[in-house]
């Protein structure tokens, strides 16, 4: 579920989504001044359903492990984690982590439910 503008509004997880992504530059961020985004795993789904090789079968890219048999209900966003971080450097730089950091300090002022 993409859940960017009504993300305090609609709760995904409560609904069913069992991924959710969120843009920072929307509501974390609060200026647009830095571009990124975080992924929210319900940790719900079962990823053994046959559907889904990479997460289940044997990774030889990253030691031979299966991401379901190893991590259970966590394998998505560990492999998102571990091998998407590694092989397309999913990570913001230093000044927009610190951009976001200063944004995030008054979310809470800013997303409050009313």
């Known amino acids: 579920m993409q859940n960017q503008e009504l993300c305090r509004l609609c709760k995904a ?19 647009a001044v830095q571009a990124g985004g975080t992924i929210v795993d319900s940790e719900n789904f079962d990823w053994t359903n046959g559907r889904f090789p990479d997460l289940a079968e044997l990774d030889e890219s990253y030691h031979g492990i299966s991401y379901t048999e190893t991590y ?12 998407l971080m590694r092989d397309f ?9 610190f951009l976001l950091n200063l944004c995030l300090e008054t979310l809470a002022v800013r997303a409050v439910d009313r």
């Open 13 to 31: 997880l409560h609904i069913g989504a069992d991924i959710i992504v969120h843009s920072t530059s929307k509501y974390m961020d609060g200026h």
């Open 72 to 83: 259970g209900k966590k394998a998505y966003i560990v492999k998102a984690r571990m091998q």
């Open 89 to 97: 450097g999913v990570y913001p730089a230093a000044h927009s982590a």
